[in-house]
């Protein structure tokens, strides 16, 4: 891999997925309560966290991504294809915490794709180095600027390289995986800031 930063981009492509998807986000970001959960009493934990947002994903389309805030931090989520989810085994190897050992993410989203839904992926954007915010690669499979890097998100500042999970790459000056936050979600509507295993009755 080389640390040059990319000058040779798909930048029509990337406005498409970007810009459509923050026509989505405008329209379908919503700030509430969680009705569904209204009965039952959060955890000190969750209530540290602050007060969970709910968002309207139903109509992403594959490949897009949605931006907003949660607690000051950017969130961005991820609607993955199936070729997203294929390409995250290509390269475990190459990866420096193929398994998130470290933790970076809530306990339910230790596994490959690092989310509660596979196709669903959200993400914390601030790069582990030195928290520049990363730029977003749809597109699965060598990139011009780097033939051995098959996309996800890449940090400019120092061209630390993440898969489309948010798992960094050996070798990168990034010494951990994109931060997941506490989510869940039934395919239409994503809650940030909680889980249902926060609660108790
Ligand atoms: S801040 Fe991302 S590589 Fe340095």
Redesign the pocket.
Known sequence: MTDEAPDELDHGRRRFLTGAATVVGGAGVVFAAIPFLGFLRPSAEAESRGAPIEVDIGKMEPGQRLEFKWKGSPIWVINRTEEHLEALDKDVGRLRDPDSEVDQQPSYCDNMYRSVDPNVFVVIPI??????I?TYYPEIGPMDFDQNWLGGFF??????RYDIAGRVYKG???PRNLEVPPHHSDGDTLIVGEHPDDYQA
Not at 155 to 160: F, N, R, V, W, Y
Request: charged fraction near 0%.
């Open positions: 790069c582990t180095h030195l928290g520049c990363p940090c400019p500042c120092h061209g630390a990168q000056p990034a």
